[in-house]
T-cell receptor, first 113, second 118 residues
Framework: DSGVTQTPKHLITATGQRVTLRCSPRSGDLSVYWYQQSLDQGLQFLIQYYNGEERAKGNILERFSAQQFPDLHSELNLSSLELGDSALYFC????????????FGPGTRLTVL | AQKITQTQPGMFVQEKEAVTLDCTYDTSDQSYGLFWYKQPSSGEMIFLIYQGSYDEQNATEGRYSLNFQKARKSANLVISASQLGDSAMYFCAMRGWLSSGSARQLTFGSGTQLTVLP
């Protein structure tokens, strides 16, 4: 158990809908990272927040957004969902910024029908 | 930008034997980090081992060791005395600068599926 929690574990929704994925980092970790894992794209970095501020952006679509709250938990919002958004979404956390080891949560498996 | 290559989509190893999973990387950074993660069939990503580019000694963590050859840009994972529970997908990752130059992040390889045979 990495200490990173993600909810829900599974999510099934329809095209065009909007969903929110939630992540709680390990106690004491200030950075939260979001990744998408799909069969065709592999594991891709989406976005990082550090102590409430957006720190870095990767291959995140404009339909996706995220935020980190004062208690350091983070939410990833996915809107206007398409079939291709079906994937495993991971949250990871680290103590400080990008220089530290990232510990991953169990993931949220999103299925868009 | 950096690239991670794992050329072995699948590997088989007999229980109790050692196995090496290959990883090569490409970067122009002088300072970078190399990681290995394990993903069992249950889906979670488990951190195994880390090697910094300036570390002179190869990293070891229990049965895991990282064979770091900087000149060849390789960072192979060695698992000694394989166990059935080692069956999983293994990902090599490198921490380096994003193409935007804004921050350093992890780039992952495509993974190697290891199956340990009884």
């Amino acid at each position: 158990d990495s200490g990173v929690t993600q909810t829900p574990k599974h999510l099934i929704t329809a095209t065009g809908q909007r969903v929110t994925l939630r992540c709680s980092p390990r106690s004491g970790d200030l950075s939260v990272y979001w990744y998408q894992q799909s069969l065709d794209q592999g594991l891709q970095f989406l976005i990082q927040y550090y102590n409430g501020e957006e720190r870095a952006k990767g291959n995140i679509l404009e339909r996706f957004s995220a935020q980190q709250f004062p208690d350091l938990h983070s939410e990833l919002n996915l809107s206007s969902l398409e079939l291709g958004d079906s994937a495993l979404y991971f949250c990871a956390s680290s103590v400080r910024d990008h220089g530290d080891t990232q510990y991953f949560g169990p993931g949220t498996r999103l299925t868009v029908l | 930008a950096q690239k991670i290559t794992q050329t072995q989509p699948g590997m088989f190893v007999q229980e109790k034997e050692a196995v090496t999973l290959d990883c090569t990387y490409d970067t122009s950074d002088q300072s970078y980090g190399l990681f290995w993660y394990k993903q069992p069939s249950s889906g979670e990503m488990i951190f195994l081992i880390y090697q910094g580019s300036y570390d002179e000694q190869n990293a070891t963590e229990g049965r895991y060791s990282l064979n770091f050859q900087k000149a060849r840009k390789s960072a192979n994972l060695v698992i000694s005395a394989s166990q059935l529970g080692d069956s999983a997908m293994y990902f090599c990752a490198m921490r380096g600068w994003l193409s935007s130059g804004s921050a350093r992040q992890l780039t992952f390889g495509s993974g190697t599926q290891l199956t340990v045979l009884p």
